[in-house]
């Protein structure tokens, strides 16, 4: 593929962290699957239609590999979603391998037992935040809610220390990092000896976690080798905390922002926090690209040719926001009559941790808005801190219930 | 109403629990579908196609 000059350089700038570039309404009319140049200056294929994105991520005939990997377009300079993973000859036998692996670990019946628990440190980290906000007047809800609580969980999931979150969240950081070079691969090493050296220390007395529960297979399995194991459970940890962390601050700044729907939420938390959360997972919209596939075969789809080999970036944020599907798209509002959205995904690869994030988004957003229901933004949105990394999402969530 | 899975199809998203907790379960040992009940009241009807469209594997069938 030539890299002609009309093609669109990624990242499109966003005005804000709630709002998209306006051209992808354009490119989703226009151009559903548009030629592009990724962040890391290589050609790809932008998809922001849903109903393609919906029908690629369900085609077998793209995955996650690439036949020759050398070749294969990079996508930037994070060290995640940044190009091919896995063994192009056996990336279905491996994938099927891992999800029977970890399936059971985070069913949806699971995850609704861990709830009362989840309630539990949500309180807690309340309680600690009122106490704050007594003497201080304005308290940091990213640092005491939307980070510890995810964090706990999946520790517990994974048998990882609590004590260790500053050292991961950090490495997290880092390895999601757009705009810190070579820097973010050397993260992704180092988390890689932190798992190393988590998983020798478990050996010898292996727990009820899913760690352990990937030692003891990869042990009883000679297809499932050491360091395929240790990236997936770098993998588990980075984005079973990352997200909905980030998750949870945007779902604060759209409440915060429309009103409205907080106050309907406070209204009667238990009925409306559904809604509010499939909201949540259709309008956040954290980082700027999206899902990235490679063709395993020639595709011809909406008008274009794919070849084999050639990277497809898969927005979901722009799928989403499709004006086609949902009607006033980019508003929040969780009463619109639309159930469905892309935002775990689909296909093979929705996302395994869907029940546990909407269990705690769930026990979040009833805990909130039950509890603090003054509560609003004691900055403006635009003067937030956004991440620049490849999840992004915001640093900080200052908030204030005092009476103006 | 008739309502048919497909487990060589299920990725044990767990949607479909989620959606209609009477209908469907997960399996424990693979946390694939388990069907609970073939044949739903017609007013279990929108829970149950909701599951079926949210299904990220297309692996629910619903026939009136």
């Not at chain 1, 030539?2 to 990242?11: D, G, K, T």
């Not at chain 1, 601050?249 to 009667?268: K, Q």
Request: some cysteine; hydrophobic content about 40%.
């Amino acid at each position: 593929m030539s890299i002609a000059p009309e093609r669109l350089q990624l990242p499109l700038p966003r005005p804000n962290v709630l709002e998209l570039a306006p051209l992808y309404a354009l490119l989703r009319r226009e151009a559903p699957i548009a030629p592009v140049t990724t962040p890391a200056g290589d050609p790809a294929w932008l998809v922001t239609r849903f109903e393609e994105v919906r029908l690629l991520l369900g085609d077998k005939r793209f995955g996650r590999s690439h036949p020759n990997p050398d070749q294969a377009a990079r996508i930037s300079t994070a060290a995640v979603q940044d190009g091919p993973t896995g063994e192009y000859e056996t990336e279905e036998a491996d994938h099927a391998r891992m999800r029977r692996l970890l399936t059971p670990a985070f069913s949806a019946k699971r995850m609704r037992m861990l709830s009362d628990h989840m309630g539990q440190l949500t309180e807690g980290y309340l309680d600690a935040l009122v106490a704050e906000h007594e003497t201080a007047g304005v308290v940091d809800l990213h640092h005491g809610l939307a980070f510890p609580l995810p964090v706990a969980m999946i520790c517990r999931l994974l048998g990882v220390p609590e004590a260790d979150r500053e050292l991961f969240a950090a490495l997290s950081e880092r390895m999601a990092g757009t705009a810190i070079g070579e820097e973010a691969h050397q993260a992704r090493e180092e988390f890689f000896r932190y798992m190393v050296g988590l998983i020798e220390t478990k050996r010898p007395d292996l727990g009820e976690d899913v760690i352990s529960d990937l030692v003891r297979a990869q042990g009883a399995d000679s297809a499932f080798d050491y360091e395929q194991m240790v990236r997936l459970c770098v993998g588990l940890l980075f984005a079973g905390h990352e997200t909905t962390v980030n998750r949870i601050g945007l779902g604060v700044l759209f409440l915060m922002t429309n009103r409205e729907h907080w106050d309907r939420l406070v209204a009667d938390p238990q009925g409306h926090v559904d809604a509010v959360v499939e909201e949540i997972m259709r309008l956040g919209a954290p980082g700027d690209l999206g899902l990235l596939r490679y063709a395993r075969e020639d595709v011809d789809i909406a008008g274009v040719t794919i070849a084999r080999g050639d990277a497809l970036i898969l927005s979901i944020n722009a799928a989403n926001r499709d004006v086609d599907v949902y009607s006033e798209a980019e508003a929040f509002d969780p009463d619109r009559p639309e159930r469905t959205h892309l935002g775990f995904g689909h296909g093979a690869h929705f996302c395994i941790g869907a029940s546990l994030a909407r269990t705690e988004l769930r026990v979040v957003f009833e805990a909130l808005a039950r509890r603090l229901p003054e509560m609003r933004l004691a900055k403006d949105v635009s003067e937030l801190e956004v991440r620049e990394t490849l999840t992004g999402g915001v640093s900080e969530l200052p908030v204030t219930w005092r009476s103006a | 109403m008739k309502v048919t899975v497909d487990q060589e199809k299920c990725v044990g998203a767990g949607q479909c629990v989620l959606a209609a907790d009477d209908v469907f379960d997960q399996r424990d040992e693979d946390g694939l579908v388990d069907l609970l009940n073939p044949s739903p009241s017609d007013d279990r009807g929108t829970d149950v196609r909701h599951a079926a469209a949210v299904c990220p594997a297309a692996a629910i069938s619903v026939e009136d």
